[in-house]
């Protein structure tokens, strides 16, 4: 096991669903979401977003779809060795495109929305400083019907309604900005973005 700490970005895609067949059922809003492989050494066969940990190759003095609010945010609470903001928002953008096919072309400030950010708890096999963001998949080039040519590290790649997305086997945190992408699209203030911090022996809830 290790305890060392990489950055990590996700984007959580959403999209309006459509009509529901079931009248229980309000049509609302549907995310992406994949399976990871049975043999994954991290969160094997969960469902998760689109996302990884950031390369060197990420790295750039850019803004990518960034507000300034938003890329503030992404420096407080982290040590002075971590990636730009303009990194992180390039690293989710590009695992976007390696896990699902699909880009989100010149990205104008508003595009990613950081809305969470978690660090893996000790004792894991990896831990990653994740950062997640919220994009429409309105804004998104590419085919958002079919995945299945995408060579991905996801399996089962497909869009789910926020709703039934509880029932399938997510990771605690996945659950926790399930419930928040949730909040946000139906309209709910976010007073600062939620921060799980792992990064010390006592677990700490911060806002950002």
């Not at 958002?144 to 399938?168: G, M, P």
Request: with cysteine.
């Amino acid at each position: 096991m290790t305890d060392a700490i990489r950055p990590a970005a996700t984007i959580v895609l959403w999209r309006p669903a459509a009509a529901a067949t079931d009248t229980n059922t309000t049509p609302g809003f549907e995310v992406l979401m994949g399976q990871r492989g049975h043999a994954a050494a991290f969160m094997p066969s969960k469902y998760v977003f689109p996302g990884g940990g950031v390369d060197a190759d990420d790295a750039t003095t850019t803004l990518p779809g960034l507000t300034p609010d938003c890329a503030h945010r992404l420096t407080l609470q982290c040590t002075p060795d971590a990636p730009s903001p303009g990194t992180i928002a390039a690293a989710a953008l590009r695992e976007l495109a390696e896990e699902t096919g699909l880009t989100l072309p010149n990205p104008a400030p508003g595009t990613l929305r950081f809305i969470f950010r978690a660090i893996t708890p000790p004792g894991r096999t990896r831990r990653f400083d994740a950062r997640f963001f919220l994009a429409s998949a309105a804004t998104a080039s590419g085919d958002t019907a079919h995945f299945a040519a995408t060579l991905t590290e996801l399996s089962h790649l497909h869009w789910i309604n926020l709703t039934q997305a509880r029932a399938l086997d997510l990771p605690f945190i996945t659950e926790v900005v399930l419930a928040e992408v949730t909040a946000l699209l139906n309209g709910q203030p976010q007073p600062g973005v939620p921060f799980f911090d792992n990064s010390g022996p006592v677990p700490t809830f911060r806002r950002l």
